[in-house]
């Protein structure tokens, strides 16, 4: 089971951090996604990490203001958002790939957490 949160309201430049957190014992052998939708836009892919946090990939539109990160002893995987903008205000969702290696897409996962909104004001 995964369930993010952390979502809200930041201001454009700011800073925000989602997180992820799983249950079960087989935590550290998935690869983690996080992924994004507004309405009446397909799902997309935003950041993925393996299983080791060795190999980390990210959506353009992303890279070089989001890292995403991983701490297996807590089960958790992170989303740190900086210098956000207001496109990407979308309902941001955690997914695990029971492969490990964290695919820079959406096929491939396996489980999906429920949503947590996050809305970047200008």
């Known amino acids: 089971q995964l369930q993010a949160y952390g979502g809200g309201l930041v201001q454009a430049g700011g800073s925000l951090r989602l997180s992820c957190a799983a249950s079960?014992?087989?935590?550290?052998?998935?690869?983690m996604g996080w992924f994004r939708q507004v309405p009446g836009k397909e799902r997309e892919f935003v950041a993925a990490?393996?299983?080791?946090?060795?190999?980390?990939s990210y959506a353009d539109s992303v890279k070089g203001r989001f890292t995403i990160s991983r701490d297996n002893a807590k089960n958790t995987v992170y989303l740190q958002m900086n210098m956000p903008k207001p496109e990407d205000t979308a309902v941001y969702y955690c997914?695990?790939?029971?492969?490990?290696?964290?695919?820079?897409?959406?096929?491939?996962?396996?489980?999906w957490g429920q949503g947590t909104q996050v809305t970047v004001s200008s």
């Open positions: 997914a695990a790939d029971l492969y490990g290696l964290g695919y820079p897409r959406l096929k491939g996962y396996d489980y």
């Open positions: 079960g014992r087989t935590f550290s052998s998935y690869g």
């Open positions: 990490i393996s299983w080791s946090g060795g190999s980390t």
